[in-house]
């Protein structure tokens, strides 16, 4: 009797350990490897803090950074005081693409200010870049992944990731998806009528990803104008009373005032959170599969997203376009996520 008892201890225990293992592969399954490719812009810093506070979820394996906003110098110290603020310095930063593929280069310090962070002071960061390009880290990572298993949040014109495509089109064998902020359909533009700033800002780069045939989804104005501040969301992060609700409050107050004004809103958007808030939790989102088509021809239309809403054409669907979005769940996760940093 003693010994059955033994055995069928043993016999539990052994499948008890067997259980945490596959729970735990489980939750190391679910976690994604992402790349995060930006150009920090005050949007682009929540979005930071947001993707770097969230590790549970999110295998941040580097941030990446090209000149957008303001200039490469600018937007690489920028997103090494991210990873400072979220207290995330193992996370490597590497510089990338200085200009367009082929385009004159454009920044938007009317809108981010001079530093590319208007409402906070900036300084030097205590780590500096890691060696070498982007371009060569995303060739390098790409190639040797796993096949589909590293997805990369675009955040700013896709330069970097072109010039990668261009010298390596084999390395799409590693990516998952790419999960791009930028383009506009329903909304109409924030830079000319038609065309979103990101992709008005290299629309040629934009086009080598289209036509990569890598799994694409795209968060463009139409959902982020549907997703605003307000004064009672702008009070949750201030509740927050830590060092990145601080910093995020500040940042917001600042950058919402020009879409504000311009649109006649009653808040602001947030634009490149909404793709850390996808990658978190995509069912606050819904959208299609549409055919997506960049112009590049100069002229009223540069930089514009054609999209085929309605499969007129019975093109390919080349990308998930998402339309809509949860804004107060947006928010509930944006501070729940930042209430984790100090």
Do not use: C
């Amino acid at each position: 009797m003693y010994r059955y008892a033994q055995k069928l201890h043993q016999l539990l225990r052994s499948l008890l350990i067997l259980s945490l293992i596959t729970a735990t592969n489980a939750q190391a399954a679910q976690k994604i490897d992402l790349i995060i490719d930006t150009d920090p812009g005050a949007d682009d810093i929540v979005a930071l803090l947001f993707a770097l506070a969230s590790p549970d979820e999110l295998n941040v394996r580097a941030l990446t950074t090209v000149a957008g906003n303001v200039r490469l110098d600018k937007t690489s110290r920028n997103a090494r005081l991210a990873r400072e603020w979220a207290g995330r310095e193992e996370v490597p930063v590497y510089a990338g693409a200085p200009k367009p593929l082929m385009r004159t280069p454009i920044y938007a310090e009317d809108i981010h200010g001079k530093e590319g962070l208007s409402g906070i002071a900036v300084h030097e960061p205590r780590q500096g870049l890691a060696q070498g390009s982007a371009i060569t880290y995303l060739i390098d990572t790409l190639k040797s992944a796993r096949p589909h298993s590293i997805t990369i949040a675009m955040l700013g014109p896709q330069t970097n990731l072109a010039l990668a495509l261009i010298q390596e089109p084999g390395i799409v064998q590693g990516i998952k998806e790419v999960v791009v902020m930028g383009g506009a359909h329903f909304n109409g533009g924030n830079i000319t009528p038609v065309a979103e700033f990101n992709l008005f800002a290299d629309p040629h780069a934009a086009e080598v990803v289209l036509k990569s045939g890598v799994k694409l989804t795209y968060l463009p104005l139409d959902v982020t104008h549907k997703i605003l501040t307000s004064e009672a969301r702008l009070k949750q992060i201030a509740a927050l009373n830590n060092n990145a609700g601080r910093l995020v409050g500040d940042i917001l107050n600042e950058y919402i005032k020009g879409d504000m004004e311009h649109y006649g809103i009653p808040g602001g958007p947030v634009h490149d959170a909404t793709v850390v808030a996808y990658l978190l939790k995509p069912q606050l989102f819904s959208g299609r599969s549409v055919n997506v088509v960049v112009d590049s021809r100069e002229g009223p239309t540069f930089g514009q997203t054609i999209v085929d809403w309605y499969d007129g054409l019975k093109a390919p669907r080349n990308a998930f376009w998402v339309e809509s979005g949860d804004a107060q769940g947006f928010f509930d996760l944006l501070v729940e996520r930042l209430a984790r940093l100090k």
